[in-house]
């Protein structure tokens, strides 16, 4: 999908740049291209991390590590 918009954005913003670029469509994408790569990667951002909480609560807590005495170590 991200592929796609890339290509899009790239294909729509040569078009405009080259053929029409005093026109106000042209002027309007420009304007919110950034926006909308900002949009879709605060949106994969979110899923992401929202996926990473559910396998933390399906995982449930971890054990904590056991620190062993470094004298126990060693050999008598």
Do not use: C, N
């Not at 790569?37 to 971890?62: D, I, N, Q, S, Y």
Request: net charge positive; charged share 30%.
């Amino acid at each position: 999908m991200q592929i796609f918009v890339l290509l899009t954005t790239i294909a729509g913003g040569v078009y405009f740049l080259m053929f029409e670029p005093d026109s106000p469509v042209a002027t309007f994408l420009m304007a919110l291209m950034p926006l909308g790569w900002a949009a879709l990667f605060t949106l994969r951002f979110l899923t992401e991390r929202k996926k990473k909480k559910v396998e933390k609560m399906e995982e449930g807590p971890k054990e904590k590590k056991k620190f062993h005495d470094p004298s126990d170590l060693i050999p008598k």
